[in-house]
């Protein structure tokens, strides 16, 4: 009966230290993300959505935007910005939950690129792939839409991404990973509030720049992107700064 209990006591002493370990990866499972973004200028500093995104994060959340003006798939690797991004990534993926969103297309598509539509896609699920290599999560985030709309049509502005979109999500697929539909959620709120709404956001004096974002466009297309990441990942809903009436109007197809 004595060995009986000694027995009992030594497993119940067994379980309750394997229990450690569970315990500790869990508190592993919940470290703060960290955001490293890709991109071209419609992503970038001083136009792009990135900035925007970058300030709705909450503390101890972070993120660099390492958007490129003028980037395409290859010549962002080949400018060093790609291997800028995976450091940011190494240094950092033992204390935070890294995750990188990659979006080009704006560029890529351009005649001048040399690139085709097929290493497009291949170029973006090389990039996927990098990522997840490292411990790391890739978000795939379609282009954002042009603001162009046809003469007379205020409530149907041209798609002019659409291949591009479409080639984002089927490298997510390809690769396992998150996709963050930007161009359909962009493209379906300047159909919504109109054209002459949707050139608020123009980048510039004139406001003639039809591709990028001014400030202001700069806070509601990031506001959008944040809660588009919160709808495909919603762990990090926690570290993402909600603003009910902005994400209410864009819903709604209102200008915000």
Known sequence: MYLYHLLTLTLSTLSA?????TAQSAAAAA??????????????????????FLTTLKSPAWGVNI????????????????KNVMT????????????????????????????SLAQ??????????????????????S??????????????????????RLAAIAAAEQTGSTIVDLNAASL?????????AAQVYNYGDDRKDQTHLNP?????????????VVEAVPAVGDSIVRNETMTALINDGKPV
């Open 31 to 52: 470290k703060p993300p960290a955001f490293f973004l890709a991109g071209d200028s419609t992503t970038a500093i001083n136009g792009g959505w990135g900035n925007g």
């Open 67 to 82: 958007g490129k003006s003028g980037a395409t798939t290859n010549s962002f690797v080949a400018g060093g910005y790609w």
């Open 88 to 115: 940011h990534v190494k240094d950092n993926v033992d204390e935070f939950d890294c995750y990188v969103t990659i979006s080009f297309g704006h560029n890529d598509q351009k005649e001048a690129s040399g690139i």
């Open 143 to 164: 282009s954002l839409t042009r603001r162009v709309f046809p003469s007379g049509q205020d409530h149907n502005a041209t798609d002019s991404l659409h291949d591009q």
């Open 188 to 196: 379906k709120y300047v159909n919504a509030i109109g054209n002459t």
């Open 17 to 21: 230290v394997t229990a450690i370990p």
């Open 120 to 141: 497009f896609q291949q170029n973006l699920v090389n990039f996927a792939n990098e990522v997840k290599g490292l411990g790391a999560k890739p978000l795939l985030v």
């Open 216 to 228: 202001w466009g700069e806070v509601v297309f990031g506001r959008m992107v944040a809660d588009l």
